[in-house]
Each structure stands twice: as C-alpha cells, then as structure tokens.
C-alpha cells in the first residue's frame, strides 16, 4: 500500500531554514509527480508545490525563491528545502502523490517559525 512518511519539521527562528523530507513507498516513486502541501490552523490545506517526474518544479507565489523542492529516486524520497522562513509559514507540511486515481498524504510535520 501507498506510504508517505513525512520528517524534519521543528522550531525555527524567522530567517532561518528547514529541510523536509518525505519517504515514499508502495508505487513506482520515479513514474509519479510529488506535491508538498501545508495547513495553518484554522486554514484550508494550501499548495506549495510541485516536482515532476523529470524535476521540473512548480511553486505557488507565497514561497516561490524561497522554497526548493527536489527528488532522490534512488531513495524514493522527496524533499523541501525552506530558507528565509516567516512565521506565516508556520504550519503542518505534507507531502502527497496522486496514483491510481486516488490522493495520498502522509501524516505531516509540524513547522513552527517563531523568535
């Protein structure tokens, strides 16, 4: 079955930096687009962006020279590079893939920028 595992949230101070990552398994990882999502509390879940098989890249405008998403097919992982972090960043970040016609998330992980 379909796994997503997501790690590597925390505190942060405003200005710094975080790398996500997301453990996938249960599909063939290489074949498929990997999003990143967020959700701030008592926001909707919000699109921060795209990798596709390839590499090309996406972003939505509130991270865009900010944040890097990147892919290790050989791990089948998928990672979020965060750098001059806000605190309307804070939020819980997954990772999600859509396969077989279905959507998939992982469990997220907690963000947190503060002084």
């Known amino acids: 079955q379909v796994q997503l595992v997501e790690s590597g949230g925390g505190l942060v101070q405003p200005g710094g930096s975080l790398r996500l990552s997301c453990a996938a398994s249960?599909?063939?990882?290489?074949?498929?687009?990997m999003n990143w999502y967020r959700q701030a509390p008592g926001k909707e879940r919000q699109f921060v962006g795209i990798?596709?098989?390839?590499?090309?890249?996406n972003y939505a405008d509130s991270v865009k020279g900010r944040f890097t998403i990147s892919r290790q097919n050989y791990k089948n992982t998928v990672y979020l590079q965060m750098s001059s972090l806000k605190p309307e960043d804070t939020a819980v970040y997954y990772c999600?893939?859509?396969?077989?016609?279905?959507?998939?998330w992982g469990q997220g992980t907690q963000v947190t920028v503060s002084s």
């Open positions: 999600n893939v859509w396969y077989n016609e279905q959507d998939y």
């Open positions: 249960g599909f063939s990882f290489s074949h498929y687009a």
């Open positions: 990798i596709s098989l390839d590499g090309n890249t």
